[in-house]
């Protein structure tokens, strides 16, 4: 098990000096410290911008509105001629459709005007149609007073000529990519994809498909981790290529890394960071570049590596995961979406782990760990948390049935009733 004592071998010194465990907030700050953002840019069309870093600041060549329009069907008037009208009311002098200019407005009259369409020159507010009266005529009397400019879309009031719209290192969401078309853009500058090498290993490892639930041999499971792990780096818009299980072999883990480190900008790993012998993450990393080993503290995920892989031409980073499922995907969430976040040149407008609510704790937590917790629970209609029965390392179920994280600081017992630290897992998986 990752987390225990280990009788001391070639790779681990007879007496183990224990380091104090890293906060949280320190291990993230020197993990970022060490990274650099891609600069390489390419176009893309709109159609594939969808969670691409935007590399250059949009800026706008035009107003949006470009004109000052109508948001109603009904009237183009002039308030005043409108409010000194006779009983009878106002001719309409011209009919204007959204796409066509009309002429100005004749005094004296009002223009049948719809959603959209280019306010008539002279005319300073649109009534909308169940605001008028109109006679057998067609004569058009404005029932409620009418307000200068009411029913008017001023133009530039979205976006003025010469300004930002969306900012560079902005990960595009398809409303920022509907404001890009807005202002005429049909390519745009995105930083590169990330390249990710993926590994899982362990001898016990199997992959699903590989053979069926009956046939798995004694002391086999299935790996779980490679899979979620390469679905939140695409999410992050990373290309992935999983190298699939590692055997615990140090030149087997070699090689791989060897191989890997030439083309991506990071290899990840899960398992074999932990100081087991069977464990060979640590010392192929160290043969081939430089390794950081830390014990962070927060349960679940203590032990966590990060280095480089040597090549030619640079290096490719380096991180190990716990091989714990859990563990893995709190670490995951908590160290490398932002590592990746800044990697792939995003300037994030949030903290590593977005949005945290204030919520109330619908359960007691007596024991707390002296780690910050990551607990996995579920929120309900009231905003009353529920915690998962089980919150072992090893049961990735509490966190498919969680819909949130409560973060909860080192040592901190928690009773029904109090508020608690909620992250929301809708905000970490995108
Ligand atoms: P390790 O960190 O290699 O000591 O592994 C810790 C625990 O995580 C062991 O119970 C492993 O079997 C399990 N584990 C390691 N890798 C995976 C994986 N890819 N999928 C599921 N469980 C794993
Ligand atoms: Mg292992």
Known sequence: MSEQPIPPTSQTP???????????????????????????????????ADGRVLARDAVSALDVPGFDNSSMDGYAV??????????????????????????????????????????????????????????ELGRVTVVVPARVGQNIRRRGEDVGQGTCVVAAGTRLRPD???????????????VRRLRVAL?????????????????LPPGAIYSSNAFFLAHLLKRLGCEVHDFGNLPDSLEATKHAFREAAQNHDLVLTSGGVSVGEEDHVKPAVQSLGQLDLWSIAIKPGKPFAHGRLDRADGAAHFIGLPGNPVSSFVTFLVLVRPFIQKLSGQVRAEGPVGEALQL???????KPDKRREFLRVRRDATGQLHLFANQSSGVLTSVAWADGLVDNPPG????????????????LLG
Do not use: Y
């Open 412 to 427: 901190q017992a928690i009773a029904k009733g109090d508020t608690v630290t909620f992250l929301p897992l809708s905000n």
């Open 14 to 48: 007879a007496v183990r000096s224990f380091k104090p465990l890293k906060p949280l907030d320190v291990a993230l700050a020197e993990l970022l410290a060490t990274v650099t953002p891609c600069h390489d840019v390419e176009m893309v069309d709109l159609a594939d």
């Open 199 to 215: 590994m899982s290993t362990g001898d016990e490892l199997i992959l699903p498909g590989q053979v069926a639930p009956a046939d």
């Open 360 to 366: 109330t704790a619908n359960f007691d937590w007596p």
């Open 176 to 190: 920022h990519i509907g404001l890009l078309a807005s202002i005429g853009q049909a390519s745009i500058p995105v």
């Open 78 to 135: 002039c308030v005043a001629e409108a409010a000194a009208a006779s009983e009878q009311g106002l001719p309409v002098s011209q009919r204007i459709p959204a796409g066509h200019f009309g002429a100005p407005l004749a005094s004296e009259t009002v223009a049948r005007i719809f959603t959209g369409a280019p306010i008539p020159e002279h005319a300073d507010a649109v009534v909308m149609q169940e605001e008028c009266a109109v006679d």
